[in-house]
């Protein structure tokens, strides 16, 4: 595989990508309207229940609609993943992911290229809910919002990855767009998106306490988190890229027609 070659093959999966958001305008409305209904309408109700959270490892008061930002950046994050997952198994059964593959490059290039892909476009959905947020006075550091990229690129890469190991085991469009929803809400709930991971231990809310700790959206949130406020979570990446690569693997050996689930259901890729 030439280097020139690679290029062109991400340059042409990135742009038909690109064409196919810009077209489906209701889904970059989508994108924003969810998290903002959570920022707006949650946040404003439970600031008065709430009050001031205090948010390790900062040990400083923040405020509740503060808190939650990066469990909404990885709202948007996870949701397009799902989604540009979704559309891969809709590419499957309109014959388009046949011909991609098929392509002379290997598998494991293509299914990257078309997660990066996704990837970039979580990333611009992102911080357009930032700039949305800064506008309802939402105060983060401005260096917060270069910092995080790196974190958004990762969380963004796991989650996508996730919902493409998805798709190789759900094989018609309309089971997928069912399984997201017990996929996407416990992960999300199920997390410290909405509420630190502290105080349901002082709850003593410990089995979901547990499944926090080993839920990969935890620490994509977290990760986030930390980068906001300039600094690094070192855990939180390190299981991030953990997930990333496992979720990645398992996915591209999935997709391998001499190996993976299309070898045992007959179908090509």
Same mark, same amino acid.
């Given at each position: ?6 290029? $062109?093959? !991400? =340059?042409? /999966?990135?742009?038909?990508?690109? #064409? ?9 409305? %989508?994108?924003?309207?969810? +998290?903002?209904?959570? $920022? ?17 490892? @900062? ?24 989604? %540009?997952? $979704?559309?891969?198994? @809709?590419?499957?059964?309109?014959? /388009? ?7 002379? !490059?290997?598998?494991? @290039? ?10 970039? !476009? %979580?990333?611009? =959905? ?20 270069? @910092? ?13 990855? !996730? ?13 997928? #767009? ?32 547990? $499944?926090? =700790?080993?839920? +990969? ?15 690094? %979570? ?36």
């Amino acid at each position: 595989m030439r280097l020139s070659h690679a290029l $062109l093959a !991400l =340059q042409a /999966v990135t742009s038909r990508e690109v #064409a196919k958001f810009v077209r489906q305008g209701g889904r970059f409305a %989508s994108a924003l309207v969810r +998290p903002m209904l959570w $920022l707006v309408v949650f946040a404003a109700g439970f600031q008065n229940v709430f009050g001031i959270s205090i948010i390790p490892p @900062y040990e400083t008061y923040i405020p509740y609609q503060v808190y939650i930002v990066p469990g909404l950046l990885g709202m948007v994050l996870l949701f397009n993943g799902m989604q %540009s997952s $979704l559309a891969m198994v @809709y590419d499957r059964e309109m014959g /388009v992911m046949r011909l991609l593959l098929t392509a002379p !490059l290997p598998r494991w @290039y293509l299914l990257f290229a078309k997660l990066l892909a996704g990837t970039l !476009l %979580s990333v611009l =959905q992102a911080y357009a809910f930032l700039g949305i947020a800064a506008l309802f006075g939402v105060e983060l550091p401005w260096s917060g919002w270069l @910092y995080a990229l790196p974190a958004l690129v990762l969380a963004g890469m796991m989650l996508g990855a !996730l919902g493409l190991l998805m798709s190789v085991h759900i094989r018609q469009l309309e089971n997928f #767009a069912g399984t997201m929803n017990f996929v996407i809400f416990p992960m999300f709930f199920i997390s410290p998106a909405l509420y630190p991971l502290w105080k349901l231990e002082e709850s003593g809310a410990a089995v979901v306490h547990f $499944l926090a =700790q080993v839920n +990969p959206f935890t620490y994509a949130v977290e990760a986030i988190r930390f980068a906001l406020y300039g600094q690094i %979570s070192f855990e939180a990446l390190g299981v991030v890229v953990g997930c990333l690569v496992a979720f990645f693997l398992l996915a591209a050996w999935g997709y391998d027609p001499q190996r993976g689930m299309l070898k045992r259901t007959g179908k090509p890729g």
